[in-house]
């Protein structure tokens, strides 16, 4: 069953830590995208990566880090440098005429 | 840079047509996307346009005029259900870059 999974679906995080989410795509997809979300807001891309081993900053990079070393995964880090991460993520991938989502990953901060 | 606007909030009753409206400024532009998201939820892809002119899937139908830098999402016999955020993204031409508007909400009333 081809797809992109993100996991958790809801994390809670203690101030000070830092925090990985998990993107693994399964669809032979080439790029692979991150994004945040706050409340009725759009979504602003943090980082993205067209290939593996290579990926470039987004608009609000700021307080996170990914790594890109398997075409399949895209996993971003939340560090504690990000002033705000409570946050709804959502992870992409595209190829083609195709870009399709993982259903995301709540995080709070508590 | 890129700049894309949507309408913030529409709204529209049951059995209707609606049209959501999408505008965009890019430096290279390589095909827009057009996604449904649900309060909560993770976007659903609906389409994508790269050629000028009219593309019709169901009771949605996308439409792209290049010279213009403008599109829009036709909805059709609106449903309840239809009730959601749509989401206009412009892909760039050299980076695979996936920028997003902010989202037009779209109220159906019985």
Redesign the interface.
């Known amino acids: 069953d081809g797809g992109i999974t993100q996991s958790p679906k809801y994390l809670f995080r203690k101030e000070g830590q830092n925090v990985t989410l998990s993107c693994e795509q399964n669809l032979n997809h080439d790029a692979m995208y991150w994004y945040r979300q706050d409340p009725g807001q759009g979504l602003r891309l943090i980082y993205y990566s067209q290939i593996v081993n290579d990926f470039q900053k987004g608009d609000i990079a700021e307080g996170y880090s990914v790594s890109r070393e398997k075409k399949e995964s895209f996993p971003l880090t939340v560090t504690s440098a990000q002033k705000n991460p409570t946050a709804f993520y959502l992870c992409a991938s595209l190829r083609g005429r195709g870009a399709f989502f993982g259903q995301g990953t709540r995080l709070t901060v508590v | 840079g890129q700049n894309i606007d949507q309408p913030t909030e529409m709204t529209a009753t049951e059995g209707a047509i609606v049209q959501i409206n999408c505008t965009y400024q890019t430096s290279g532009f390589n ?1 827009l ?1 057009w ?1 449904q998201q649900h309060a909560g ?5 609906l389409s ?1 346009n ?1 050629l000028d002119g009219l593309e019709e899937k169901g009771r949605f139908s996308s439409f792209l005029s290049r010279s213009k830098g403008y599109s829009y999402l036709l909805l059709k016999e609106l449903q309840m259900k239809d009730s959601a955020s749509y ?1 206009c ?1 412009v ?1 760039d031409q050299d ?9 037009t909400r779209l109220q159906v009333f019985p």
Do not use: C, Q
Request: charged content about 20%; overall charge neutral.
């Open positions: 095909g996307f996604y939820e993770a976007p659903t892809f994508y790269v989401l993204a892909r980076t695979d870059k996936l920028i997003f508007g902010t989202g």
